[in-house]
Structures are given as structure tokens and as C-alpha cells.
């Protein structure tokens, strides 16, 4: 059997998440008892908590919800790749040693540790000159272990544009920690949410 890494962080109370977005919160519509046989529950989060796929409709206005999405670019072979004293923006440099014969989709790695339980207001974004070379090698993905491809306090969100102009699809909140760099086959389809800006994704690598 072909070994799996789970890249999705837990989901629950403790998750961070953006300043000012939705948090998780669960609660019971029923709970089993003598009269119900069953448990229920309610939730209310963002779609961007935990490992998730952005739509174009998130930084898009005419853009389309993720529930529209191809689900090509979200299955197949991938690469992970390490930058991890790439702070603040990913350039071309640091992935530079992994780019030979890239394969469609990439999720880079910038945390040596990634955290669980607080938002990091310095995350680490990528270089919109780094993010048109990578669509030039044909890259369809992109994933990262940051919360936001741009940085936190970005207002014109320079690489997402490139992502909306290029028509790639983004992942991001994996958790790569445990993950060596190399090729695997990625699985993490969002949910068909038709007018949502994101979906949760469950996301694993299985190797080749």
C-alpha cells in the first residue's frame, strides 16, 4: 500500500484564522438521548480555516465560486519544495534547486514548525515575479503552508492578481511539516459550495 501524508491541520475552536474572518464554532442541533437517535451538529466557520482552496471569486469580483471549479489542477502529481528561510516573500532563488522538470503542481514549504493554535501576521507570501515564472514552467497549483500567498498586510495583493490573471488555483494553511521535498500525487478537492469565495480541502500526498 502506497504511504499517505495528511497536510491538513486539525479544525476545531483552537484554529487560527485571519484577523476579523469567522472562527469555528460547533454547535448541537441534537444530541443522542432516549427520545433521538442521533447527534447532530451545527457549524459555522470561514472557508478559509484549515487547509482550504480559494476561488477566483475571493479576490475576483467577477470571478467564479469555488463550487465551479476544474478539479484537475487539485489531483495529480505535485512537488513539494522547502523555502525555509524564504521570510518575507518566496522569489524564484529559493526554489530554484527544484525546478527541473516541474511537474503541474507545487506546494512550498516555509515553516520549519507550523503553528496551530495563532495566526502569524508575518507569514510568508510569494514574489508575483516568482509566481508568473512558475505559471510559465506550466504550473496549474500552487500551495503553501502560509495562510495567505501575499502578505498579511497587503491591500493590492500583487500575487494573487497573478493567480487571477494566469488562472491558477491555490492552496494554502497545509501542513507540510513532516514531509520531505520530492514528488507525490496530491489528493485535495474542495467541495462543490457554489457561491462560495473557498472551499475546506482535505489534503494528502500519496507517493508515486
Known sequence: MKKLWDISPPVDAHSPVFPGDTPYTQQWAATLSDTCPVNVSAITMSPHV???????????????????LDLQPFLGH??????????????????????????????????????????????????????????DLGVLLIGTDSASIDPADSKQLPSHQVIRQRGLRVLENLLLDDVPEGDYELIALPLKLMTADASPVRAVLREL
Request: hydrophobic share 45%; with cysteine; net charge negative.
Open 78 to 135: 505535485c512537488r513539494v519544495i522547502h523555502a525555509l528561510n524564504a521570510s518575507p516573500l518566496i522569489t524564484l532563488g529559493h526554489l530554484q534547486h527544484a525546478l527541473a522538470e516541474l511537474p503541474p503542481r507545487v506546494l512550498v514549504r516555509t515553516y520549519r514548525q507550523f503553528s496551530l493554535a495563532q495566526f502569524d501576521t508575518q507569514l510568508t507570501g510569494f514574489d508575483p515575479a516568482c509566481v508568473q515564472h512558475l505559471a
Open 50 to 68: 484549515g487547509a482550504h482552496a480559494d476561488a477566483p471569486l475571493h479576490y475576483d469580483p467577477h470571478g467564479v465560486a469555488v463550487g465551479a
